[in-house]
């Protein structure tokens, strides 16, 4: 059984910085994608970055909104994906998951709220 525990959300004011975290437990592949979702209300879940992992090797992927402003990284060693965010914005709104996709599997974590105030 695979599970995703995030942490790190919370209220921050324009311009200011958060880290999630999100550690996975359970069986975990050395080829697998983790990844962070958005979604706020009214909108439809949205992925905002993502990190591939296959073998020794890997890649990541930003949506265009956050690139330069926030950073996606793993540790392997613990199973563990963070979400560095930068320069937030009142747009940034949003409950924030953590996905973990391997084998055909696709696996979420509970969500944790990130509010931006103006």
């Known amino acids: 059984q695979v599970q995703l525990v995030e942490s790190g959300g919370g209220l921050v004011q324009t311009g200011g910085s958060l880290r999630l975290s999100c550690a996975a437990s359970?069986?975990?592949?050395?080829?697998?994608?983790m990844g962070w979702y958005r979604q706020a209300p009214g909108n439809q879940r949205e992925l905002v970055a993502s990190?591939?992992?296959?073998?020794?090797?890997?890649?990541?992927n930003y949506v265009d909104s956050v690139k330069g402003r926030f950073t996606i990284s793993r540790d392997n060693a613990k199973n563990t994906v963070y979400l560095q965010m930068n320069s937030l914005k009142p747009e940034d709104t949003a409950v924030y998951y953590c996905k973990l996709d391997q084998r055909g599997y696709s696996y979420w974590g509970q969500g944790t709220q990130v509010t931006v105030s103006s």
């Open positions: 359970g069986i975990i592949f050395n080829a697998n994608v």
């Open positions: 990190s591939t992992r296959a073998g020794s090797t890997g890649s990541t």
